[in-house]
């Protein structure tokens, strides 16, 4: 509502790209049943992007677009990262039709990253246009390059709930260096406004240049 209001004109604000519910598959971060509630609650707060097969996430897109969202969000399953010998809970084709199914529709693509290599190097292969938070490794950073892929590395997020952040300012400055575009972000949730600013000095601590943070 508040991007309509200002789109119209009807209130003063920046350009919004707005995504409400996130896709991810049935059983991962997102799902009612990993919310900790009564059976009969899980309908009430049921994440509208859970999907389970290619048919299924080509409509839970379908439905975002629909519903006016700006750019759709693709979240990989938490599972990944919290469980170890699991490197991926997504099938590549769920993740393909999400992606291409977006661009039919002419809508962006943000990619959710946590875990370890394949959900990431098959999202960049799939078309991903950003991707969020991270880390990456060496063949994603080399594919980035490759396809302009963008990276926003959310590193006060990485530093405050402790996961892998010294591992992602690495990774940020090897993916600066060898050219991947960098976007500015924040991860508002974890990070509150009143703090996002130290994102600028997290981001030079990885040996990019002001000139380029404040570009991005």
Not at 70 to 80: E, N, Y
Not at 87 to 111: F, S, Y
Request: hydrophobic content about 45%; glycine content about 10%.
């Amino acid at each position: 509502a508040q991007r309509d209001a200002i789109e119209a004109g009807h209130a003063p604000g920046p350009r919004m790209m707005v995504v409400e519910a996130q896709t991810t598959i049935a059983g991962g971060d997102l799902d009612p049943s990993q919310l900790d509630v009564r059976d009969v609650v899980e309908p009430f707060v049921a994440n509208r992007g859970t999907c389970s097969g290619v048919e299924d996430c080509v409509k839970a897109v379908r439905e975002e677009e629909r519903r006016g969202a700006g750019v759709i969000k693709l979240r990989q399953s938490g599972i990944a990262a919290s469980t170890p010998g699991v490197e991926m809970a997504e099938r590549p084709e769920e993740i393909r039709a999400v992606i291409d199914t977006a661009h039919r529709l002419g809508k962006k693509v943000a990619v959710h990253v946590v875990g370890p290599g394949p959900f990431l190097r098959l999202a960049i292969e799939a078309g991903a246009d950003t991707v969020e938070h991270g880390p990456l490794d060496d063949a994603a950073i080399a594919l980035m390059a490759a396809r302009k892929t963008c990276y926003v590395p959310t590193l006060g997020a990485a530093r405050a709930i402790h996961y892998r952040y010294d591992e992602a300012v690495e990774m940020l400055g090897r993916a600066w260096r060898a050219g991947v575009p960098i976007c500015f972000g924040t991860d508002l949730g974890i990070v509150s406004v009143d703090k996002s600013h130290e994102e600028f000095g997290f981001m030079a601590s990885s040996g990019m240049p002001v000139e380029a943070i404040l570009r991005a």
